[in-house]
């Protein structure tokens, strides 16, 4: 008897852990930092079991540990060559599933990222395409496909995310007529907001959100509940948002309230 309540406890532990995950990054972006034992009594468990909470999520990347408890975690988003290879197969899944919402003679954006490089690696089978992009990895890869028109957008070429950025990309955006966008992001944090790196990124999808007939972010799973530093303008107006694996519920919820959907790769 005694074993099956300590068995239901544990298991009572593990269901409830994706909501204290989810309230202690949001504590996190709130206040910057958050301690052991107020979490410990906030929530009602042991100091020990929010150790193992902040402990898995200092793993995944979403805060940094410190004595005591926690602080916000200051990413700095990796070179694109780093990343190509982060989470691969979660990235081909979410670009298959955005290729099947592409038909055949539609203009395609496609944001620079690794995420939006999958999806053009999964439009091999599509015809009369014309493709929008900032991206010299996707320009290069499309160009050699039949029956496709690429428009690389022009500006001054970022080495790290092999890409052009700048006012001269933004001012190119707002000469196409595009059927759907595919955009990339630096997070999806624990209020459902869409996040960027830089402010240049931020505003350039921001942009293409609101250009596009319609536009969905591409964001795998270790974007989840990740902060980072800048919101990513009017995303809600975007249509959905191609995710690998559904994110926690609070997260999910929280993006559905604000308009785009979740769409889960399969």
Do not use: W
Request: aromatic residues 4%; hydrophobic residues 45%; negative net charge.
């Amino acid at each position: 008897m005694i074993a099956d309540i300590a068995m239901s406890d544990s298991q009572n532990a593990r269901a409830l852990a994706p909501r204290r995950h989810a309230e202690i990054l949001r504590r996190l972006a709130a206040d910057g930092t958050v301690g052991i034992t107020e979490l410990a009594d906030f929530f009602d468990v042991s100091r020990q079991t929010i150790r193992r909470d902040l402990k898995l999520l200092a793993e995944r990347g979403q805060l940094d540990l410190v004595h005591g408890g926690a602080t916000l975690f200051e990413p700095i988003e990796a070179a694109f060559t780093e990343r190509r290879e982060e989470n691969a197969g979660a990235k081909a899944a979410i670009g298959r599933a955005a290729a099947g919402l592409v038909r055949d003679g539609m203009v395609v954006f496609l944001d620079s990222g690794t995420t939006t490089l999958a999806v053009a690696q999964a439009l091999s089978e599509r015809k009369n395409l014309t493709i929008c992009t900032t991206s010299l990895s996707i320009a290069l890869l499309m160009c050699r496909q039949p029956q496709v028109r690429v428009h690389m957008l022009g500006g001054e070429i970022d080495p790290d995310e092999e890409a052009a950025v700048g006012i001269d990309a933004l001012e190119a955006i707002r000469h196409f007529r595009v059927d759907v966008a595919f955009l990339g992001g630096g997070g999806l944090s624990p209020d459902g907001e869409v996040t960027d790196f830089t402010r240049s990124g931020a505003e350039q999808r921001s942009r293409m959100a609101g250009t596009a007939a319609k536009a969905y972010f591409v964001l795998d799973s270790s974007k989840f509940g990740r902060l980072t530093p800048l919101r990513i303008p009017r995303f809600e107006q975007a249509a959905g948002v191609i995710v690998d694996r559904r994110p926690p519920e609070a997260i999910c919820e929280a993006l559905e309230r604000r308009g785009p959907v979740v769409i889960v790769a399969t």
